[in-house]
């Protein structure tokens, strides 16, 4: 952000000091540190939170640190200006600077994301020739928020990430391989964590859930009825007609 320290200052009618009115910039005690000012500035002052720049005829520049702060955070400067004839006076400027923590967004398992099944793989109950892939399932960001579009490797397939023509985002799934079966488990799913970024820098993350569904085989159940005797005897009642 830039404003003008002399804004709402008079000079009276004297003017302001032919050198420049701004004579000196106090920084908060915590944190700051004075560091040598960029051309054409007369002051400078560094922390976590960002670097304000001061020039002597007043105008201003701050610059946050992206992520620098969880909530938000006054920031006090104390100025010094002189006018023609050597009068001072101190004003001080006030910043905030506010917390824009992205919060961070779900998309995927139990939410309609992405699915895929293992029979669309070859040798599948449900083979296809493009493989086991998801449908593209779109993310919805906030406004302002982007991510890098690229392929990601699972543990069991590719991820990948597109940017579409409409500047929104969407991915979809290729599994690479069967999955193992454990014991009843039909179902798995890769997830994958990517960072979001907004236009001041700041970050978040953004988890991209894929449900996986086994392609396991199932065995089918068998009702067995026995009337206490052994087979054999069985046998020889229906064969023969004795009774045991």
Not at 8 to 27: I, K, L, M, T, Y
Not at 53 to 77: I, R
């Amino acid at each position: 952000m830039t404003g003008n320290l002399l804004e709402h200052a008079v000079s009276g009618a004297d003017g302001w000091s032919s050198g420049g009115a701004v004579v000196s910039v106090e920084a908060p005690a915590n944190g700051w540190t004075a560091v040598p000012p960029a051309s054409g500035y007369a002051f400078a002052f560094t922390s976590d939170a960002g670097t304000l720049s001061v020039k002597s005829s007043g105008e201003y520049s701050f610059v946050s640190n992206a992520d620098s702060v969880k909530t938000d955070t006054p920031l006090s400067f104390t100025f010094t200006v002189q006018d023609g004839d050597g009068d001072k006076v101190s004003n001080t400027l006030n910043l905030t600077v506010h917390d824009v923590t992205l919060s961070p967004i779900t998309v995927g398992e139990g939410s309609g994301g992405a699915t895929v099944y293992e029979a669309q793989l070859s040798g599948g109950t449900d083979a296809q020739a493009s493989g086991a892939l998801s449908a593209w399932t779109p993310v919805s960001l906030p406004e302002g928020q982007s991510l890098v579009p690229g392929e990601y490797k699972g543990a069991h397939g590719t991820f990948t990430v597109e940017q579409r023509a409409d500047g929104g985002y969407q991915y979809r799934y290729a599994l690479a391989s069967a999955l193992s079966t454990d014991g009843d488990r039909l179902q798995d799913a890769d997830t994958y964590t990517l960072t979001v970024h907004d236009t001041a820098g700041n970050t978040g993350v953004v988890t991209l859930t894929v449900d996986i569904v086994d392609d396991a085989s199932q065995g089918g159940g068998s009702d067995q009825h026995f009337d206490g005797r052994f087979p054999h005897d069985r046998e020889s009642a229906g064969a023969c007609g004795i009774r045991g």
